[in-house]
Nanobody
Framework: QVQLVESGGGLVQPGGSLRLSCVAS????????MAWYRQTPGKQRERVAF???????DYIDSVKGRFTISMDNANNTVYLQMHSLNPEDTAVYYC???????????????WGRGTQVTVSS
């Protein structure tokens, strides 16, 4: 069974920083991409940052220059370093992984349960 567990969320003041972590564990053959999404009540979930095993990255325009996504391939872990946070960054942040399981012929996306990030003074 595959499990994604996020950590690092919490309350931070405007202009502050947080680092989110997500560890994928279980019967995993290989992780191909990982990403961070976020969702605010009443709004559609949006992809914030993306990274492939080859190191390609992509960010939503509103976080470019402030957020950095990175991956530890050996430990199937993805990080989201967030700087210069503002109240508009407040959301539940979800980890997503595109991976192949042992004994499977297909790749599937898996989701974490989410971690709350609140930016407020």
């Amino acid at each position: 069974q595959v499990q994604l567990v996020e950590s690092g969320g919490g309350l931070v003041q405007p202009g502050g920083s947080l680092r989110l972590s997500c560890v994928a564990s279980g019967s995993i053959f290989g992780v191909y991409t990982m990403a961070w999404y976020r969702q605010t009540p009443g709004k559609q979930r949006e992809r914030v940052a993306f990274i492939s095993i080859g190191g390609n990255t992509d960010y939503i325009d509103s976080v470019k220059g402030r957020f950095t996504i990175s991956m530890d391939n050996a430990n199937n872990t993805v990080y989201l370093q967030m700087h210069s946070l503002n109240p508009e960054d407040t959301a539940v942040y979800y980890c997503n992984a595109d991976l192949a399981r042992y004994g499977s012929t297909v790749r599937n996306h898996y989701w974490g349960r989410g971690t709350q990030v609140t930016v407020s003074s």
